[in-house]
């Protein structure tokens, strides 16, 4: 058993409770390599900015879930160095389907879960996440549970269509189960492709796909049963054009890649959402920047002379996203 707090790490109650009350949101970026973190612990520190680091099911069939711990340990110490004297970082867990997923992350230091039993049955659901609960609670460790169903593409959460969550149902589930945060589906969804065209509007001056707009009626109606309650936003990438158009002029191929419009996040911070997952806009920005490395430098063959730039521009890009979109800038409770 490994203690998170003796990691440096935090879970993410009092960030949530300060949030809230504050009117921003924390930034949940998920790391699946070196240069992503480094970008996140960068961009987070030098905005004096609380983080959630996140560690999906793909990114630990990919990077290993010991080795990511270890990063994110490592995360703390480079924060400091960074000059953030008391940093606010949790790690947490992306999308746990399963008890025993959850409770290997806890075991291992993981100051957060999410458990993710929201394709399940309502009273599945609100059993499993209950025992969740249960388990973390004993370390210390915050849940988050999800009600409601995104859709799109996310490692391996695919929904086809997305269910709206029913605001009847939030006291039920947050009072069963003792979750402390709960997420949400308000028309966010996973993926770079959020929306089929047919569901868009076209900008007539530009041909661009516009997005239909998130349902803060659902928001609302959530936040008048729940008042102060943390609620999370998925798949809250916005997918910057300028990053779709550099990877399409440099050989890429993403026709109507379509996010959520940023003054729509900007607004979701100031409410009771105080966390916001964001994870295809660095995917975006990791592959605009190594795409046009590869079609200007055809002859480059250190990695560190793409995955650098690539680094750079996410860096450019969480930074962006603390600052403009979240509001999460100077927001450590030390500064120093
Ligand atoms: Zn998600």
């Known amino acids: ?56 099911k793909g990114a630990r069939n990919y990077a290993n879930q010991t080795l990511l711990r270890y990063m994110a340990q490592g995360a703390v110490e480079y924060a400091k160095e960074l000059g953030c004297n ?113 569901q868009c509007t076209r900008d007539p001056k530009t041909g661009k796909l516009v997005p239909p707009p998130l349902a803060f009626d659902v928001l609302d109606a959530i936040m008048e049963k729940l008042p102060g309650f943390p609620i999370v936003l998925h798949g809250s990438s916005s997918v910057p054009q300028e990053y779709v158009d550099t990877i399409n002029a440099n050989g890429g191929k993403l026709p109507d890649a379509v996010g959520i419009p940023e003054e729509q996040l900007r607004k979701a911070s100031k409410s009771a959402v105080c966390k916001i997952n964001i994870d295809s806009d660095s995917r975006l920005a990791f592959t605009a920047a190594v795409r046009k490395v590869f079609n200007e430098k055809p002859a480059e063959f250190d990695p560190r002379k793409y ?26 409770a030390d500064l120093g």
Do not use: W
């Not at 998920?30 to 030098?46: C, G, H, P, R, Y």
């Not at 291992?108 to 609960?133: C, H, Q, W």
């Not at 995955?307 to 450590?332: F, Q, W």
């Open 86 to 198: 008391h940093p606010e970082i949790a790690l947490h867990l992306d999308h746990g389907d399963s008890f025993e997923v959850c409770k290997s992350c806890i075991d291992f230091g993981f100051s957060s879960v999410m458990i993710d039993g929201s394709a399940l049955p309502y009273d599945e659901n609100v059993a499993l996440t209950r025992k969740v609960v249960e388990y973390a609670h004993q370390f210390d460790v915050t849940v988050e549970g999800e009600l409601g169903v995104l859709a799109g593409v996310e490692d391996d959460v695919v929904a086809e269509e997305s269910h709206y969550t029913k605001p009847e149902e939030v006291i039920d589930f947050v009072s069963k189960t003792g979750v402390d945060s709960l997420a949400i589906s308000i028309g966010t969804s996973h993926g770079a492709y959020k929306f089929k065209p047919e």
């Open 307 to 332: 995955c650098g730039p690539a680094r750079d521009l996410m860096t450019e890009l969480y930074e962006h996203k603390i600052k403009n979109v979240l509001g999460s800038e100077n927001r450590l």
């Open 1 to 56: 058993m490994v203690d998170y707090k003796s990691l440096g790490l935090v879970n993410t109650r009092e960030m949530f409770k300060k949030a809230i009350n504050g009117g921003y949101a924390i930034p949940a970026f998920n790391f699946n390599n070196m240069e992503q973190l480094q970008a996140i612990i960068k961009a987070s520190s030098e905005t004096k900015s609380p983080v959630i680091l996140q560690v999906s």
